[in-house]
Structure formats: structure tokens, C-alpha cells
């Protein structure tokens, strides 16, 4: 059983072009969270989503980001006209149910030029 | 809203030392985890050890083991026996129990095991 794939790890964007980042989950989960990391500092929440259903989306800025997982494939989150800013470290985490233990991906290191 | 603080932003030890980081939080939740999580260089989140809030025990995984209050909100890591591959940072988190919600983390601790 993989663990959680994340691709691509290193992802390079000029301002105003838009970053896709991809995440599929450990087999049999069906709960994903992204997370957003800076350098020397933790993770925040970003948005928690269940097959086809967002849960919780209030850690997601109003503008420019958006999140799916899909029926099918992978959870995707969408960040369009990137900005410097947006720089940083993007985890994705899965859980099979509420309760059990989260799983890790290595992260996506998103750089912004 | 629930808050997880770290007050040790960096600390060093040498090697076979015995260290212990600081975790307080802050919540009215009565059901709830707390997990400690490490971060090597690699960037990888680790889960190093879980504690269910209801448990009194604390719980152990090897050579690491917490010191959980609840009174007190506070829920410390003990690393006993340090080695190099401990170096990394160490995040303290909290989540909720029985709900559809997601884990929050503190700033993190940089740890340093010094050879």
C-alpha cells in the first residue's frame, strides 16, 4: 500500500501563472487535508475535503485558491495568478475515517519567481 | 478556537542525553488527540507518538514518551536516550474527537542532537 503521493515535489511558477498540485490519497481513504507550510515555521490548515465534498475550507484565502477531490483521481488544489507570497511548502494528509491516524505526503515545495 | 503554543523555538542536547520539549494548548474540547509529529530534513511528517485525552496513561512509544496533564493542558515530549536521527523539527498538534476535523499544529521546536 503506497503511502501519500504528492507530485510534483518541486514546482516552479512565474507570477500570474497558475500552480496545480496533486495529491492522492493512501487506498481505502477518503479524507484529504492540505496543509500550507512556511520556511521555520508550522503547518496551517488550509481546506479538508471528502470525496466530492468540501468540509472545511477555512483556512483557504477567498481569492485565487480552489481545492476538489474528485470521484475519481486525485485531490487537486488550484492556485491561479500565483504570487511571490505563495511561495512555500504544500502537504497533503489522508485519513481513512474520522479518528484514525493521518498520513503524510512528502509535500510539494512551490517557488515563485 | 483551539490553539497550540510551543514556547522552545530551538534546542540542542548531545547525543544519548535525555530531552524533553514543551507543548501547551488551549481548548474546551473534553474529548480530544494530541500528537506529536517529527519533521527530518527530508520534509517527511512522522508521526512520533498519539495521546487520546480520555486515556490517563501516558502513552510511550520506545524511547519516546509524553508527560500528559490535562488540568493543565499541557503535553510534553521526553526523548530518552537521544541519537543523531532525532535531529529535526518537532510539531505538537491537537485534534478533535469524533468530528469531522482537522489537526492543528504548533510552530514547532528545532531539535539538535549534537555528536
Known amino acids: 500500500n503506497a503511502g501519500v503521493m504528492q507530485n510534483p515535489r518541486h514546482l516552479v511558477r512565474r507570477r500570474g501563472q497558475e500552480a496545480r498540485l496533486r495529491c492522492s490519497p493512501m487506498?481505502?481513504?477518503?479524507?484529504v487535508y492540505w496543509y500550507r507550510q512556511l520556511p521555520e515555521e508550522g503547518l496551517k490548515f488550509m481546506v479538508y475535503?471528502?470525496?466530492?465534498?468540501?468540509?472545511?475550507e477555512s483556512g483557504m484565502p477567498k481569492e485565487r485558491f480552489s481545492a476538489e477531490f474528485p470521484k475519481e483521481g486525485p485531490s487537486i488544489l488550484r492556485i491561479q495568478q500565483v504570487v511571490r507570497g505563495d511561495s512555500a511548502a504544500y502537504f497533503c494528509?489522508?485519513?481513512?475515517?474520522?479518528?484514525?491516524?493521518?498520513?503524510f505526503g512528502s509535500g510539494t515545495q512551490l517557488s515563485v519567481l | 478556537a483551539q490553539t497550540v503554543t510551543q514556547s522552545q523555538p530551538e534546542m540542542s542536547v548531545q547525543e544519548a542525553e535525555t530531552v524533553t520539549l514543551s507543548c501547551t494548548y488551549d481548548?474546551?474540547?473534553?474529548?480530544?488527540?494530541l500528537f506529536w509529529y517529527k519533521q527530518p530534513p527530508s520534509r517527511q511528517m512522522i508521526l512520533v507518538i498519539r495521546?487520546?485525552?480520555?486515556?490517563?496513561q501516558n502513552a510511550t512509544e520506545n524511547r519516546f514518551s509524553v508527560n500528559f496533564q490535562k488540568a493543565a493542558k499541557s503535553f510534553s515530549l521526553k526523548i530518552s536516550d537521544s541519537q543523531l536521527g532525532d535531529t529535526a523539527m518537532y510539531f505538537c498538534?491537537?485534534?478533535?474527537?469524533?468530528?469531522?476535523?482537522?489537526?492543528?499544529f504548533g510552530k514547532g521546536t528545532r531539535l539538535h542532537i549534537l555528536p
Open positions: 494528509a489522508s485519513q481513512r475515517t474520522t479518528n484514525e491516524k493521518l498520513f
Open positions: 498538534a491537537f485534534m478533535k474527537q469524533n468530528r469531522d476535523d482537522k489537526i492543528i
Open positions: 495521546q487520546e485525552a480520555y486515556k490517563q
Open positions: 475535503l471528502q470525496k466530492e465534498n468540501i468540509i472545511d
Open positions: 487506498k481505502g481513504h477518503s479524507h
Open positions: 481548548t474546551s474540547e473534553n474529548n480530544y488527540y
